[in-house]
T-cell receptor, first 117, second 112 residues
Framework: EAGVTQSPTHLIKTRGQQATLRCSPI?????VYWYQQALGLGLQFLLW?????ERNRGNFPPRFSGRQFPNYSSELNVNALELEDSALYLC????WGQGSSLNSPLHFGNGTRLTVT | QKEVEQNSGPLSVPEGAIASLNCTYSDRGSQSFFWYRQYSGKSPELIMFIYSNGDKEDGRFTAQLNKASQYVSLLIRDSQPSDSATYLC????????????FGRGTSLIVHP
């Protein structure tokens, strides 16, 4: 069974540009989560998508946005990049969704390392 | 504000010893608890999860949950240098939330 896949592995952008990160969940998983992990910091929740809809978002500015496609893959867009956006962006999928068990764990992809210069 | 607290470490143990990693959480309604291992520069990988009070064993790993004390721990028996990593505690389910909250992690160093 293929795991969660993310692309690209590395992304280098300059301040003010836009970045697009992509994620494909494990087959059968409908929930996709995005987390940001800045150097030396913990995982900060960004966005949760399930069944094509945004279910929740973390405490991040609106320039962080995304979407989930009918095949449950997802895209994270970061507009007007700032230096402090440099981080590892992790996508995770889960078999839980609205109304399902809360005990299903998250399975993470290998992440996209975004560097803003 | 849901909080998950972990000692950042590093926790240093000799090879073959038992490593004990601890985590406390603030929301009494939390229902499921997860331990992840993260090697430097890599993504977190699930070690095990627990949702009932008591102990749960999987190979060299034992998770312990005490909901009354809002405390979850991970024991690693016969620690190996390859266990050297950051261990993340995650908590979910409070108020029907599907958003796991992660601690900042404890760095474990197993020295030969």
């Amino acid at each position: 069974e293929a795991g969660v896949t993310q692309s690209p592995t590395h992304l280098i952008k300059t301040r003010g540009q836009q970045a697009t990160l992509r994620c494909s969940p494990i087959s059968g998983h409908t929930s996709v989560y995005w987390y940001q992990q800045a150097l030396g910091l913990g995982l900060q929740f960004l966005l949760w998508y399930d069944e094509g809809e945004e279910r929740n978002r973390g405490n991040f500015p609106p320039r962080f946005s995304g979407r989930q496609f009918p095949n449950y893959s997802s895209e994270l867009n970061v507009n007007a990049l700032e230096l402090e956006d440099s981080a590892l962006y992790l996508c995770a999928s889960s078999s839980w969704g609205q109304g399902s068990s809360l005990n299903s764990p998250l399975h993470f992809g290998n992440g996209t390392r975004l560097t803003v210069t | 504000q849901k909080e998950v607290e972990q000692n950042s470490g590093p926790l240093s143990v000799p090879e073959g010893a038992i490593a004990s990693l601890n985590c406390t959480y603030s929301d009494r309604g939390s229902q499921s608890f997860f331990w992840y291992r993260q090697y430097s520069g890599k993504s977190p990988e699930l070690i095990m999860f627990i949702y009932s009070n008591g102990d749960k064993e999987d190979g060299r790993f034992t998770a312990q949950l005490n909901k009354a004390s809002q405390y979850v721990s991970l024991l690693i028996r016969d620690s190996q240098p390859s266990d050297s990593a950051t261990y993340l505690c995650a908590v979910n389910g409070a108020g029907g939330s599907y958003i796991p909250t992660f601690g900042r992690g404890t760095s474990l160093i197993v020295h030969p």
